[in-house]
């Protein structure tokens, strides 16, 4: 029993850890290259060797990370084909991917499943992820901030914001949320 509590504790504990912004210096080592994606294909009876190279054709002109989700019955020539790009993670692209698909897809049609995942060249998982996007805005506008700076995240959609001066979290948080209206905005880099 207390090697079970214990245990819990810990995770809990380092849980909280990885939930604290990270500096410049430790986000600066987890960036991937803002351009260039490499695509995962997943196979699906569906999808047949000339639909699996258009879809990695496609893939890899979209923005990191991203996912493409197509109705099986309905097949790549369909207004169902969704791709939902520059995420921050190709989890919270297949969401919206498979969400945005089933609603377009036809009424009677085989729900939407994700045939395609979209990631930054050589790729290898890392504790925080960004969006082609926000790795992006990091390099270019983020380390130029002289002070007090912050960059939030929305881990749900791939938006992201930039805060600086006194106020850099709350402003960071608001102008990540001001972009789509996410509601799960978090200051992942303070500074």
């Not at 060797?49 to 097949?75: C, F, H, N, R, W």
């Not at 890392?126 to 390099?139: H, L, R």
């Not at 380390?143 to 914001?161: L, P, V």
Request: aromatic fraction near 6%; include cysteine.
């Amino acid at each position: 029993m207390r090697i079970c509590v214990i245990a819990g504790l810990i995770s809990v504990v380092a849980g909280a850890a990885w939930a604290e912004p990270i500096n410049y210096k430790a986000a600066k080592g987890m960036m991937f290259k803002s351009k260039g994606a490499v695509v995962t294909l997943i196979p699906h009876p569906s999808v047949s060797e000339k639909d699996a190279k258009v879809l990695k054709q496609v893939g890899e002109t979209q923005a990191y990370y991203g996912a493409i989700a197509m109705s099986p019955s309905e097949g790549l020539a369909s207004p169902a084909l969704v791709a939902a790009t520059n995420h921050h993670s190709v989890e919270s692209a297949s969401a919206q991917a498979i969400e945005f698909c089933n609603d377009k897809r036809e009424s009677g049609s085989k729900k939407c499943v994700v045939v395609a995942q979209i990631f930054p060249k050589k790729w290898k998982a890392k504790p925080v992820q960004f969006s082609a996007g926000a790795t992006e805005a990091f390099g270019k506008e983020y380390r130029r901030i002289r002070g007090d700076k912050a960059f939030a995240t929305a881990a749900s959609t791939g938006d992201f914001g930039i805060g600086k001066g006194e106020t850099a979290a709350a402003q960071a948080v608001e102008n990540c949320a001001a972009k789509n209206g996410a509601t799960d905005c978090e200051v992942t880099i303070a500074d």
